[in-house]
Every structure is written in C-alpha cells, then in structure tokens.
C-alpha cells in the first residue's frame, strides 16, 4: 500500500524555525517527485514547493521563497521541509503529495501535520 | 500564474440528487485539470484527472467533463459520503500549481 506519513508539525513563535518529515512507503520513492501542499485553517489548498526524484529540480512558491528548503534522501525514503523565519501567515496543515511519474496531479497525499505559528 | 475559480462556494443538495460544481481557468489549461475530494479531518483525495478520467476506485456516479477554461464536476446522485469539499487544480502550467477555493458540498 502507497503510505505517506507526515511528521514535525507544532507551535512555534514568529521568526523560529521547523522541519518537517514525510516518511515514504509501497513505492519506489527514488522514483518520484514529491511536493509539500498547505492549507491554512478554514482555508483552500496552497501548493508550497516541489522535488524532483533526484533532487536535480526544486521549485518554490513565491510565498516561501528565501524561507523554506525542500530536501529529499532517497536512502531512508524521506522527504523534509525546512521553514525558517516563520511567520503567523504559514500556520497551516502541511501535506506531502507524490507527483506520478509521467503526469502533474498529485496522489496520493499525506494525512497532514500541523505548524502553528504564534507568540 | 494561473487563476482557478470555482463556482458556488456551498452548493446544498438532497441525497438522491444530482450536484453539479464547477471550475473556470483565467488561461486555457487545455484538459490537464484535476479534481480532488476532501472531508473534515482528511487529505484530499484523487478523484478526477485529465478533466474527466476517473482516478482508481473512484465511483461511477462522479464525471468530470470539460476543456480549455471551463470545467463540470457531477456527481450523479449524492450519497452520504460524497457531503465534503471539492477543490479543481491545473496542472497546464507549472510551478506553480494553483487550486481553485473550493465548493462546499453540504446537505440540503
């Protein structure tokens, strides 16, 4: 079974920092690009950043450009998401999704993991 | 970067019936258009791709239809489990992608 678990999340003040993890499983995760998604609360779906299978491609939101890295290790079939100065805007559910092979929708996705961003 | 818009933004429907949610682009997108359900508490989920195949085990009662700027999500008897949001996304032209707001399908 296609698994993504996502980890990480929690309160943090404005300006602190958090990495996220998404734990891969059931596929060749070296295989695909990943991306990280979000949806503040009440919200609709924001796309945050994009990863190629071998780390070669990285794209950014304009919203987090500067502030956010989005890494991989194909080794242990993780994906991560390193935030930085965060600010009360990024308070939002972070989802990982999987971009199929060949095509640019996204499926599955991860249950989620909540960042909070507030003093 | 381009803009989805979906229209209405709570539609409110009897089960049994027929719900009908859409989806504009300010920029054709061709048919590289998804659609995605999600329920309280839940991860979207993969229901509609290529503007109208439908994604595994997905229902035969949800469609998809459309090309271009303008697309239909039907759903062609709502059952209990279909009350949830509904979200459009292109995938035409990329980073980024973008979603639409959402529908809100409730119960009437």
């Known amino acids: 079974e296609v698994q993504l678990v996502e980890s990480g999340g929690g309160l943090v003040q404005p300006g602190g920092s958090l990495r996220l993890s998404c734990a891969a499983s059931g596929f060749p995760f070296n295989s695909y690009s990943m991306n990280w998604v979000r949806q503040a609360p009440g919200k609709g779906l924001e796309w945050v950043s994009y990863?190629?299978?071998?780390?070669?491609?990285?794209y950014y939101a304009d919203s987090v450009r500067g502030r956010f890295t989005i890494s991989r290790d194909n080794a242990k079939n993780s994906l991560y998401l390193q935030m930085n100065s965060l600010r009360a805007e990024d308070t939002a559910m972070y989802y990982c999704a999987r971009k199929l092979l060949h095509y640019n929708w996204f499926d599955p996705w991860g249950q989620g993991t909540l960042v909070t961003v507030s003093s | 970067e381009i803009v989805m818009t979906q229209s209405p933004a709570t539609l409110s429907v009897s089960p049994g019936e027929r719900a009908t949610l859409s989806c504009r682009a300010s920029q054709s997108v061709s048919s590289n258009l998804a659609w995605y359900q999600q329920k309280p508490g839940q991860a979207p989920r993969l229901l509609i791709y290529?503007?109208?195949s439908r994604a595994t085990g997905i229902p035969a009662r949800f469609s998809g239809s459309g090309s271009g700027t303008e697309f239909t999500l039907t759903i062609s008897s709502l059952e209990s489990e279909d009350f949830a949001f509904y979200y459009c996304?292109?995938?035409?032209?990329?980073?980024?992608?973008?979603f639409g707001q959402g529908t809100k399908v409730e119960i009437k």
């Open positions: 996304q292109q995938y035409n032209n990329w980073p980024p992608w973008t």
């Open positions: 990863i190629s299978s071998s780390s070669s491609t990285i």
């Open positions: 290529g503007a109208s």
